[in-house]
């Protein structure tokens, strides 16, 4: 929280009664501080959601660790959430990207303002009798809320895309401490020679937070913390009977205004008291290709640019780098100085980034 106070003066009083005068005017410099006190509670808007183009490197933290010390539960307001003591274990990457860019007949279907994100999840925990791959969950953002419009996904090779007939409201927009909301969501989607795949389920979420969050990248000054319950059955309709998979999980995100996208996140997945952590992360990159030409200038040489076997590049001081796909995946990392090789013969020909120093440059491999 963050106070302005007014200045204050007083003005002398030559005669008075002692315990009047103090009772008085002690009352008197309550009320001035009161109404010189601004309070700056945190909101977070519609401006404060991705869109189409950013791309979020997470590093992942272990899920046993944070499931037993349990310091990612404290609610409240003025919550000091340290959380900086739990050591990475790996790396993940939200890239949010055109429906086009998945299928170009997504465009169309999701419309030009939809913004698709590759779902790290399964549908019906992985049961169901068929090949259902590259699935892409699909929002939009509007000035009341931020929402899972749409889902698209690969069966038996083919694009199969739905759009929800509930739409899943992530956030209620604006988000103040204490806001709470609950929503139902729903999709299907007709498969033939299958049947009917859906999803219904209800979401229900309140700010719960708000304060400091401290993680290993770095420290959050006015964070709201937003606890969301999900519920929901995954179903396989067809001529021999209906199939259903429920699952229930809870979701903490982490916000703060600019950042785009959680600084931290925890999910913990089965029933309430029986629940266990499945994932836990915090952000430890932002790139974003509508900003590409906003970075610094360019410290380093990367040829030959197109590449085919080795990519070579010259940083000046030691750095961390990374190598990432155009769906915003993570590669290759590591820390490099001065003359350097990067053999990129296994990789598909493409466009890629790669990334140092917070710059992004582009290549192509042939």
Not at 59 to 73: E, H, K, P, R
Not at 237 to 260: C, D, H, I, R
Request: proline share 5%; aromatic share 12%.
């Amino acid at each position: 929280m963050h106070f302005a106070t007014n200045n204050l003066y007083i003005h002398p009083v030559k005669h008075y009664n002692e315990p009047h005068f103090m009772k008085k005017h002690l009352f008197s410099l309550c009320g001035s501080l009161l109404a010189g006190v601004t309070l700056h509670a945190q909101t977070i808007t519609a401006s404060d959601m991705p869109s189409a183009g950013s791309t979020f490197v997470f590093s992942t933290v272990s899920v046993q660790d944070m499931q037993n010390s349990g310091a990612y539960l404290a609610a409240g307001n003025g919550i000091n959430w340290d959380l900086s003591s739990f050591a990475p274990s790996g790396n993940d990457t939200d890239a949010y990207v055109t429906p086009g860019s998945v299928n170009g007949a997504y465009s169309l279907f999701f419309g030009f303002n939809a913004f698709g994100k590759e779902f790290a999840g399964n549908i019906g925990g992985g049961m169901l009798p068929i090949s259902i791959e590259d699935i892409y969950d699909f929002y939009d953002v509007q000035s009341n809320q931020f929402r899972r419009k749409g889902i698209g996904m690969t069966i038996t090779g083919l694009p199969f895309p739905a759009l929800y007939t509930q739409p899943d409201i992530v956030y209620e927009l604006p988000l103040s401490f204490s806001d709470t909301y609950t929503h139902p969501f729903e999709f299907q989607l007709a498969v033939p020679t299958l049947g009917t795949l859906k999803r219904n389920g209800v979401r229900t979420s309140v700010v719960d937070g708000s304060g400091t969050l401290i993680t290993p990248a770095g420290t959050y000054n006015n964070c709201l913390r937003v606890r969301s319950e999900i519920t929901q059955v995954d179903s396989i309709m067809t001529q021999f009977g209906n199939f259903g998979f429920p699952s229930e999980s809870v979701e903490y995100t982490w916000l703060e205004a600019g950042t785009k996208a959680p600084v931290f996140s925890v999910t913990e997945t089965g029933a309430a008291g029986q629940s266990m952590v499945t994932e836990a992360k915090y952000m430890s990159a932002s790139l974003s290709t509508s900003v590409e030409n906003c970075f610094a200038p360019v410290e380093q040489q990367l040829f030959p640019n197109p590449a085919t076997d080795l990519l070579q590049f010259t940083i000046p001081v030691e750095q961390d780098w990374q190598l990432i796909d155009m769906n915003g995946r993570l590669l290759r990392s590591g820390k490099a100085t001065g003359m350097s090789r990067l053999d990129i013969s296994t990789l598909e020909p493409g466009t890629y980034f790669f990334v140092n120093n917070k710059q992004k440059h582009t290549f192509i491999k042939q």
